[in-house]
């Protein structure tokens, strides 16, 4: 895509990493630092692979038994900043679902953002996220989400249902229990 603003041809992959950077420059620094031009984001399409969709539609159906209605889950949210989160939804401090509206100015409310991890998502041998995957988890940390990960090292989507909301629910938990990092 060609840049009319800086006159340079920015590929889409370059173009996404520069909206994840100019984001956290915003988010870290409180606008303080200037922008990238508005049309660095234009016709930048942001999609999950084949392979990633499966897993997170797993990771969604195992949501519906812990948050079931949509006024409480938000699906496949662009976060617009680069990257796609797989889902948004609140809690209290008993890991009780909120309204997402009533989330969000709430500071007695936990709002979060959840990553699902694939393989592809991850490093080989020591298993952490890839460094696109770490700066998307700092990202919506800076707007206020608890982030929670959900790695396929941990989470096999061909285990009972009932296993799998356990997990969630105990990873849930740890989460809420967690403090703020300063």
């Known amino acids: 895509m060609y840049l009319i603003s800086i006159g340079i041809e920015i590929s889409i992959p370059s173009r ?11 988010l870290k620094y409180k606008g303080k630092l200037p922008r990238l031009p508005e049309d660095i984001s234009v016709g930048v399409p942001v999609v999950h692979t084949k392979e990633k969709v499966a897993y997170v539609h797993t990771i969604l159906d195992t949501f519906k038994t812990l948050v079931s209605a949509d006024t409480f889950l ?32 709430d500071k007695s409310k936990h709002r979060i953002a959840v990553l699902g991890l694939d393989y592809h998502d991850m490093t080989r041998k020591v298993t952490v996220p890839l460094g696109f995957n770490h700066l998307s ?17 941990e989470f096999n989507p061909k285990d ?8 969630i629910n105990r990873r849930l938990q740890e989460l809420i229990r967690e403090k703020p990092a300063a």
């Open 16 to 26: 996404r990493k520069l909206m994840m950077i100019d984001a956290y420059a915003q």
């Open 74 to 105: 938000k699906k496949d949210c662009n976060s617009g900043m680069g990257f796609l989160y797989d889902a948004e939804f609140a809690v209290d401090a008993n890991c009780h679902p909120v309204p997402l509206e009533k989330a969000v100015n």
């Open 137 to 153: 988890h700092q990202l919506l940390q800076l707007q206020g989400f608890k982030v929670l990960q959900i790695p396929y090292t």
């Open 160 to 167: 009972k249902l009932v296993t799998r909301v356990q997990y």
